[in-house]
């Protein structure tokens, strides 16, 4: 029988795996994301799953880039962990790091603000609060067309996100912006 993990075995292991602030921060962000959607869309009793697929996604990349969602999948099997959460965290990479691809709402929901969450806090240091709730939907949409800023935020990652989950890319843009303002509301933010 696969092994449960609370949240804070769950945080635990990531920070076994991961020393960064950058690394811990972004996990917790896209935790956060998650949780803000599985509500959103109407799985508000999976909650905790959709924060821990977050909280994990991104597991071996501090140490181990070039074995990206392949060590993590070692790791979580390893640990005897529940198969569903692994195939979850691993679908992630799907395309660049594995052939893993997106099935549960949950899985293309990862898939498609993993990158934007780093392209909105990107554009969220350059205000002056360095807040995300300083961001405008206005000013997120063109930050994402300037393909030189926040160059690392894979646009096609997202846009095939958006198409994944068969939803238009200013929902996607709006959504996932509107999850990461709810976060940073929140105490623990």
Known sequence: MARELTRAQAFDLLREYNQEPFHLQHGQTVEAVMRYFAQKLGYGDEADFWGLVGLLHDLDYEKWPEQHCHKTKEIMEGLDLD???????????????NDVKPAHEMEKVLFATDELTGLIGAVALIHPNKR?????????????????????????VIEQGADMLGW???????DT?????????QPHA
């Open 132 to 156: 995300v709730s300083e961001v405008s939907l206005k000013s997120l949409k063109k930050k994402y067309k300037t393909l030189n800023f926040a160059a690392g935020c894979s646009r096609e």
């Open 168 to 174: 238009p890319l200013e929902q996607l843009l709006s």
């Open 177 to 185: 912006l509107d999850a990461m303002k709810w976060y940073e509301e």
């Open 83 to 97: 198969p569903r959460l692994i195939r979850a965290v691993v679908s992630h990479g799907y395309g660049h790091h």
